[in-house]
Nanobody
Framework: QVQLVESGGGLVQAGGSLRLSCAAS????????MGWYRQAPDRQAPGKQR????????????NYADSVKGRFTISRDNAKNTVYLQMNSLKPEDTAVYYC?????????WGQGTQVTVSS
């Protein structure tokens, strides 16, 4: 099993920056892929899917949603068992609950989420 705890969300003005952290309960080098997803307020009804933001594999390969390319950076610190999401040039449409996810032994584990609100 994997427990994930996110932190770093908050309220920021458009154009500002935030860094999210996701601390895992096990060595993240053993986890195939970790990533960040988000769920905007208008997509929080039951059945609405979370949107992929960025992923990083155990080998360091990254993938980003088109909407965040060039603004967000995902990284990992294996020594701290932590994955980060650096978010720059934030826009109001980035407002969402951000969730950390881990793909471990064919199962997806989720954190509890952290709120990011970007004011215009």
């Amino acid at each position: 099993q994997v427990q994930l705890v996110e932190s770093g969300g908050g309220l920021v003005q458009a154009g500002g920056s935030l860094r999210l952290s996701c601390a895992a309960s096990r060595n993240i080098f053993t986890i195939n892929t970790m990533g960040w997803y988000r769920q905007a307020p208008d997509r929080q009804a039951p059945g609405k899917q979370r949107e992929l933001v960025a992923t990083i594999t155990s080998r360091g390969s990254t993938n980003y949603a088109d909407s965040v390319k060039g603004r967000f950076t995902i990284s990992r610190d294996n020594a701290k068992n932590t994955v980060y999401l650096q978010m720059n040039s934030l826009k109001p449409e980035d407002t969402a609950v951000y969730y950390c996810a881990a793909d471990f032994i064919a199962r997806i584990y989720w954190g509890q989420g952290t709120q990011v609100t970007v004011s215009s």
